[in-house]
């Protein structure tokens, strides 16, 4: 389990996380979501003791990681893809960290049998490609079977092979009762890997849900409708308390009622039916709704700050 209670840092005059207070339990990949700049490195470095809090705490199973004796066997991190000796080998890399530990070889060679680096695992890590470099950073946190894992963007440049890779064994490590928190700038990657979401923007919390519930709350259902009897239609699902937008080539798009409500209206009337499909709104678009009042540079249309948002530039 991670705290975070009232979490608050400045950088000089700037505010990098003020007053964040949020939970992240067992048993799911839990998303840390925000703009560029809102604050996810640095709460993840006050987390793993990189960084000190000007007020508040951040604890891993009620400790901070400071106080923690044997960190690897309590909290795995994954911070940059290549944090190796590029001249050492997979197994030295690991070995070194395990043997700081007092963790036996035993454990290397069970993590790099987890993330399929055996094989390879005296070869030169300099030679890894990005995807194999992740492999390696996540054996490296699981060195100490530790319940606890946070990985800063893990699927980072990765291509769909290693992203799919990277996710389903997120989800496997979850399934095991670990706790995964995990921060992206992939929404659709989010949509489909996050049970839970944990949303900053300006440094603090913004929003601490399931991940459907975010998708639902940022955008109103509707229901895409086609039908030869559009305008009948249309009028059977208004008396029934639809409200119906009706497009140029006689497509319905219908709010307030759901589906299965509008088959039912279509049947009991004899209208025939060619599609009737629930609109869901995406992750991008609630993320882009939600955050858009905290986006640090929004509107300035320049191009000149690096660090400005990039809307929509994190689809997949
Ligand atoms: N060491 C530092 N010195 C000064 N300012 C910093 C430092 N680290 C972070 N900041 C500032 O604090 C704010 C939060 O930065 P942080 O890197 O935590 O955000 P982030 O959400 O991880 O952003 P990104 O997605 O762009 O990596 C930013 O405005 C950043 O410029």
């Known amino acids: ?26 048993g799911k990949v839990t998303g840390f979501l925000g703009p560029n700049g809102a604050g996810k490195s640095t ?23 400071r106080e923690l004796t044997t960190p690897l066997a309590v909290v795995g991190a994954l911070l940059e893809a290549k944090a190796v000796h590029p001249g050492r080998t997979a197994y030295n890399h690991l070995l070194c ?3 700081s530990q007092g963790i036996g070889k035993k454990r290397v060679y069970e993590v790099l049998d987890l993330v399929g680096l055996r094989e390879v695992a005296h070869k ?5 490609s990005l995807g194999m470099g992740q492999r390696l950073g996540l054996a490296a946190a699981l060195l100490g079977d530790p319940a ?41 990657e989010m949509a489909v890997t996050a049970e839970h979401l944990i949303i900053i923007g300006r440094g603090s ?9 975010f998708i639902e709350r940022g955008k109103k259902q509707t229901v895409l409708v086609r039908s ?44 025939v039916l060619h599609e ?3 609109q869901r709104g995406t992750l991008e678009e609630a993320f882009m709704a939600l955050t858009r009042e905290s986006v640090e540079y929004a509107g300035t249309g320049s191009t000149r700050d690096a660090d400005a948002p990039k809307p929509g530039g994190d689809a997949q």
Not at 154 to 175: C, H, K, Y
Not at 205 to 213: G, K, M, R, V
Not at 238 to 248: I, L
Request: hydrophobic content about 40%; glycine content about 10%; overall charge negative.
């Open 205 to 213: 919390l913004i929003a601490d849900c399931p991940t459907q519930e």
């Open 1 to 26: 389990m991670i705290e975070a209670k009232n979490l608050t840092k400045r950088y000089g005059d700037k505010v990098a996380v003020k007053d964040l207070s949020f939970t992240v339990g067992p």
């Open 276 to 278: 009737v499909v629930p």
């Open 43 to 65: 709460t993840m470095r006050l987390l793993l003791g990189l960084d000190h809090p000007d007020r508040g705490t951040a604890t891993i199973d009620g400790r901070r990681y």
């Open 228 to 271: 030869p009897n559009a305008d009948e239609l249309a009028e059977a699902i208004a008396r029934a308390g639809g409200t119906v937008t009706r497009s140029d080539d006689g497509e319905l798009s219908v709010e307030d009622l759901d589906a299965t409500r509008i088959g039912e209206i279509a049947s009991a009337g004899g209208h």
């Open 148 to 188: 606890v894992l946070v990985l800063d963007e893990p699927v980072n440049g990765l291509d769909p092979e290693g992203i799919l890779w990277v996710r389903t064994f997120m989800r496997q490590l979850a399934a095991e009762g670990r706790t995964v928190f995990v921060s992206s700038h992939l929404m659709n």
């Open 124 to 128: 030169r890590a300099g030679g890894f």
């Open 97 to 99: 960290l395990a043997q």
